[in-house]
């Protein structure tokens, strides 16, 4: 069964540096999301990402945060200059339909922001 | 915020159906109720939608009233593999997930 893949699995960096995390969706969807979990808390929304642009974006992502599709292939989230609170992880998701089909979410990417 | 209601745990004997009850009294006319579970720290795991009809798959089955705001979620025959927190989802656009239930399996 086809996977959303996210890489790096756990990424340390340290407050102030830039950082890209990367997410190859399933091939065929077309909507494409980035949510967050601090330890402990909820799944939050981020973004959504439809067609080349941001269809959505939650109050967090703010203007330290952008995504790109580089290439046919990959979801890129980045935050320009990290802080300590953007310690989480990190999970993409992508759908076929938008909001009349599932999320198909990968294992998430740990950030650690020291 | 999330416009879903669920217990915020509950626990079910191994073998058993666990019945995880979800409240959507706002839901509108066109908004699937979705579920989906997370075990550990991995990615949330989608489970099953409907939007009034009864469904069923091969994890679980997913009861909706007539009246579209409330739906159970049955797991028929938990085992300790199902222990995760289960969220409930209505949304038009983006998934908003809530705090959901933290269903616990026990031996």
């Known amino acids: 069964e086809p996977e959303v893949t996210q890489t790096p699995s756990h990424q340390v960096t340290q407050m102030g540096q830039e950082v890209i995390l990367r997410c190859v969706p399933i091939s065929n969807h077309l909507y494409f999301y980035w949510y967050r979990q601090i330890l402990g808390q909820k799944v939050e929304f981020l973004v959504s990402?439809?067609?080349?642009?941001?269809?959505?974006k939650s109050e967090i992502f703010d203007d330290q945060f952008s995504v790109e599709r580089p290439d046919g292939s990959n979801f890129t989230l980045k935050i320009r200059s990290t802080k300590l609170e953007d310690s989480a992880m990190y999970f993409c998701a992508s759908s076929s339909s938008g909001a009349l089909s599932p999320l198909h979410f990968g294992n998430g990417t740990r950030l650690t922001v020291t | 915020d999330a416009k879903t209601t669920q217990p915020p745990s509950m626990d079910c004997a191994e073998g058993r159906a666990a019945n995880l009850p979800c409240n959507h009294s706002t839901i509108s006319g066109n908004e699937y109720v979705y579920w989906y579970r997370q075990i550990h720290s991995q990615g949330p795991q989608y489970i099953i939608h409907g939007l009034k009809n009864n469904e069923t798959n091969e994890m679980a089955s997913l009861i909706i009233t007539e009246d579209r705001k409330s739906s159970t979620l049955i797991l028929p025959h938990a085992t300790l593999r199902d222990t995760a927190v289960y969220y409930c989802i209505v949304d038009g656009q983006n998934f908003v997930f809530g705090p959901g239930t933290r269903l616990s399996v026990l031996p």
């Open positions: 990402f439809y067609n080349n642009e941001i269809s959505e």
